[in-house]
Structures are given as C-alpha cells and as structure tokens.
C-alpha cells in the first residue's frame, strides 16, 4: 500500500542528507581555499627571498666576498640552496593543493544543484504519507513515521561513515607506499653529495621521486579524508581533531631535507609519513566502532517497525 510512496519519501530523505553534507563539505573546503591562498603567497615571498639570497651568494655581493673569504661559501650556498628547495617544493604542493580544492568545489556545486529542492519534496511527501496513516490507522501513524524517519537518517549516517572509511584506507595505502619508497632508498647516505648539488641528487633518485609523489597523493587524499569528516555529527561523535593533515607535506619535505642534510637516512621523513598514518588508523578504528552501532541501530529499528506492521 506505501511501497510507491516509501521508496519516493526514502529517495527524498537521501537528497536532504546529501545536500547538508554537501554543505558542510563546501564550507569545509572554502576555509581550506582561503587558508591555501594565504599559504601560497607567504611561501612565494620566501621563495624569492632565497632564491635572490642565492644569486647574492653566488654572484659578487658583499656576504657572498665575506664568506668567501671565510672560507664557508660553499657551505653557505649549499644551505641557502637547500632553503630554496624546501620552500619550491612547499609552495608547489600548496598550488596543486588549491586547484584540487577549487577543482572539488566546483564539482560539489554542480551536484548541489540536484539537490536543491529535496527538502521541500520531503516535506511533501511526509504530509501525505502522514495522513494516509491517519486514515488507516490513527493510533500508530505519528509512532511509525518516527521509526521510518529514524531508519532512513541511520541509513544515510552509515553510508556516509562507509564513504569516510573508504576514504582513509585509500589514504593508508598512498602512506604505506610512500614508505615503502623511503624504504627502498635506506642507502641514500653514501649519495654523492657534492658531484651535482643537491637537486640534482634528488631528482635522479627514484625512490625518493616515488616518495615526493606519494606524498603528495597522500597530502590530496588526506583532504579529501578530512572533508568526507566535515558532518558534524561524525566529528562530534569521534572526537578527533584533523587539522594537522593539512600540513603533512610540509612535515614531509622539511623531513626529507633534514634526512638530506644530515645524512640521517630516512629518518625524519618516514617518522612524518609514519605519524600520520597512526592518526589516521585511530580516526578508523573510531570510525569502524561508529559504523557497528550504527548497524546494530538500523537492525533494531527494523524489527521495531517489522513488529508494528505484524502486529497492526
């Protein structure tokens, strides 16, 4: 008897549960966009500082004579060159980082737009479902719809707890790569540090390639990990704060160069990717823990409105 207005009233309820995600999505993403631009124009400022304290050094400048004559010019090169890579390879992530951003605002908008009148079709629906109840069976009309209305959004909740889920595998296996890549490249302590300068010896060195680029596919998924976390009742309910992934391909590179400078192996970058990935399990062990009493919660509730029908 409901079965045509059941299935419109649950797709109905879909599209509001959508579109209020979707909504805290973009203004998830709106926040991160600013804080991008912000980022990109504070590193450039840095990069063109050490770019131009490069050129001072290596060209006839008055610190470039001092320390020449010190005796420490290569060294002093050396490390403005290797502030000028950190701050290359920090703003260059920042400027993917922000046109994946607006890439997903874009997208998210153009899906807003389907969902626009949802809420007014729900409510529609809900009306007239609520007085076919009352017709039938006064009693029990307000008491069922509850329970379907209950149904419905522990269904929405658990789909979108399984979208966040598969979100953070994804991010688990982009970090376990990178790692496995700094792992592969456990001799890079004999590098020849000095025959091609340090770009040089990055840029020939395939694992640590393969690790740059793992990081950085971690540093997109990582965001979009977070931003599948942006309702609210899932981060109420999981207690966990995700700021500090926003920032993990800084902790990367700045690990890589210390790794670099001081010959350390991979140390400093394999505990970056390594911290990160331990957040992220903790934030899916809570969110694994969430998706089992959401189950056992629609499980409960069907029976309930099984033994209603039964019984009616």
Request: with cysteine.
């Given at each position: 008897?409901?079965?045509?207005?059941?299935?419109?009233?649950e797709?109905?309820?879909?599209?509001v549960f959508?579109?209020?995600?979707?909504?805290?999505?973009?203004k998830?993403?709106?926040?991160?966009r600013?804080s991008?631009?912000r980022?990109?124009s504070?590193?450039?400022?840095?990069?063109?500082?050490?770019?131009l304290?490069?050129?001072?050094?290596e060209?006839n400048?008055?610190a470039g004579?001092?320390?020449?004559?010190?005796g420490?010019?290569?060294?002093?090169i050396?490390?403005?060159?290797?502030e000028?890579l950190?701050?290359?390879l920090?703003?260059?992530q920042a400027a993917?980082?922000l046109?994946?951003?607006?890439?997903e605002i874009?997208?998210?908008?153009t899906?807003?737009?389907?969902?626009?009148?949802?809420?007014?079709?729900?409510?529609?629906l809900y009306?007239?479902?609520?007085d076919?109840?009352?017709?039938?069976d006064p009693?029990?009309?307000q008491?069922?719809?509850n329970?379907?209305?209950?149904l419905?959004?522990s269904?929405?909740?658990?789909?979108?707890?399984?979208e966040?889920?598969s979100?953070?595998?994804?991010?688990i296996?982009?970090l376990e790569?990178a790692?496995?890549s700094?792992?592969?490249?456990?001799?890079?302590?004999?590098w020849?540090m000095?025959?091609?300068?340090l770009?040089?010896?990055?840029?020939?060195h395939s694992?640590?390639?393969?690790a740059?680029?793992e990081?950085?596919?971690a540093?997109?998924?990582?965001?979009?990990?977070?931003t599948?976390?942006?309702?609210?009742r899932?981060?109420?309910d999981?207690h966990?704060?995700?700021?500090?992934?926003?920032?993990?391909?800084?902790f990367?590179?700045?690990?890589l160069?210390a790794?670099?400078i001081?010959?350390?192996k991979i140390k400093?970058?394999?505990e970056s990717v390594?911290?990160?990935?331990s957040?992220?399990?903790?934030?899916?062990?809570?969110?694994?823990?969430?998706?089992?009493?959401?189950?056992?919660?629609?499980r409960k509730?069907?029976?309930?409105i099984?033994e209603?029908i039964i019984?009616?």
């Amino acid at each position: 008897m409901y079965t045509e207005i059941n299935r419109r009233l649950e797709e109905a309820q879909q599209g509001v549960f959508r579109l209020r995600k979707i909504d805290s999505m973009l203004k998830n993403l709106q926040e991160e966009r600013l804080s991008l631009e912000r980022k990109i124009s504070e590193l450039k400022d840095i990069l063109d500082k050490e770019n131009l304290d490069v050129k001072k050094l290596e060209g006839n400048s008055l610190a470039g004579i001092f320390y020449s004559f010190l005796g420490r010019l290569e060294e002093r090169i050396e490390k403005e060159q290797r502030e000028a890579l950190a701050a290359k390879l920090k703003y260059d992530q920042a400027a993917h980082d922000l046109e994946d951003v607006k890439h997903e605002i874009s997208k998210l908008n153009t899906e807003r737009a389907k969902f626009e009148d949802c809420e007014r079709k729900y409510e529609s629906l809900y009306a007239m479902k609520k007085d076919m109840l009352i017709k039938s069976d006064p009693d029990k009309a307000q008491y069922l719809l509850n329970l379907t209305e209950q149904l419905n959004n522990s269904k929405n909740t658990l789909k979108e707890i399984k979208e966040a889920i598969s979100a953070g595998r994804n991010v688990i296996r982009s970090l376990e790569n990178a790692m496995g890549s700094l792992d592969s490249a456990e001799g890079w302590g004999v590098w020849d540090m000095f025959g091609g300068g340090l770009i040089s010896d990055l840029a020939k060195h395939s694992h640590i390639d393969n690790a740059k680029h793992e990081a950085e596919q971690a540093q997109k998924l990582l965001r979009r990990f977070r931003t599948e976390l942006a309702d609210i009742r899932i981060r109420d309910d999981i207690h966990i704060e995700t700021g500090g992934f926003a920032k993990f391909a800084d902790f990367f590179f700045d690990g890589l160069i210390a790794d670099w400078i001081m010959q350390s192996k991979i140390k400093n970058s394999h505990e970056s990717v390594s911290q990160v990935k331990s957040q992220v399990q903790s934030v899916l062990n809570k969110l694994s823990s969430l998706e089992s009493q959401e189950s056992a919660r629609i499980r409960k509730v069907e029976a309930e409105i099984k033994e209603l029908i039964i019984k009616a």
